[in-house]
């Protein structure tokens, strides 16, 4: 098992930019995985493979990496970015591992 | 369009089992495995486990060895997490969530969730 670090709280006015970082020991070897949940929704991923976007995720939203550290970036903040934001990775066996999760809040 | 739907709320009392149901649609059901993953109340997000519905064969989380148990029906597209001797303490919103394909074990659709509320 191994742990991915993430800060509690993160907090930008509109329009800024908000970076939420994950660190972990793994993240030097495995991919990393971003989910947005807003209150009272289930997870939705906005970013897999350290830096691509599903279809339908704004372009504001892009990932990057950096020995152990991931970092995921929204340019020009939105109200409706407003959510928890979780880091996410996985060993070659299939055991997944969650950060604690960030809190984005917007000013 | 791809589709996890969960079963309803469910109460039960410490000691108790609970089995949630998770069925797909939109896709082809053996091809992808089935994450589970809790959340307690106010809390973060928490890995299960895994099933891939093609063979049934699953990987659980540590923790719940022994008490979680993930099965799967291919006849009606329905993934099961059975959880044995439940205590306080696993009151939460469970999701399924399906793996995407490409075998490095991520959660591409999400479940709606079911609340299990574990109380005397």
């Known amino acids: 098992s191994y742990d991915l670090t993430q800060p509690p709280s993160v907090s930008v006015s509109p329009g800024q930019t908000a970076r939420i970082t994950c660190s972990g020991d793994?993240?030097?070897?495995?991919?990393a995985y971003w989910y947005q949940q807003r209150p009272g929704q289930a997870p939705l991923l906005v970013i897999y493979?350290?830096?691509e976007r599903p279809s339908g995720i704004p372009e504001r939203f892009s990932g990057s990496s950096s020995g152990t550290t991931v970092t995921l970036t929204i340019s020009g903040v939105q109200p409706e970015d407003e959510a928890d934001y979780y880091c996410?990775?996985?060993?070659?066996?299939?055991?997944?591992?969650f950060g604690g999760g960030t809190k984005l809040t917007v000013l | 369009q791809v589709q996890l739907v969960q079963s309803g709320a469910e109460v039960k009392k410490p000691g108790a089992s609970v089995k949630v149901s998770c069925k797909a649609s939109g896709y082809t059901f053996t091809s992808q495995y089935i994450h589970w993953v809790r959340q307690a109340p106010g809390q973060g997000l928490e890995w299960m486990g895994i099933?891939?519905?093609?063979?049934?064969?699953?990987n659980y989380a540590q923790r719940f060895q022994g008490r979680v148990t993930m099965t799967r029906d291919t006849s009606t597209r329905t993934v099961y997490m059975e959880m044995s001797s439940l205590r306080s303490e696993d009151t939460a919103m469970y999701y399924c969530a399906r793996d995407d394909d490409s075998g490095y074990y991520f959660c591409d659709h999400w479940g709606q969730g079911t609340l299990v509320t574990v109380s005397s």
């Open positions: 793994a993240l030097a070897k495995q991919y």
């Open positions: 099933i891939n519905p093609s063979d049934g064969s699953t």
């Open positions: 996410q990775s996985a060993d070659s066996s299939g055991s997944v591992v």
């Open positions: 493979n350290y830096r």
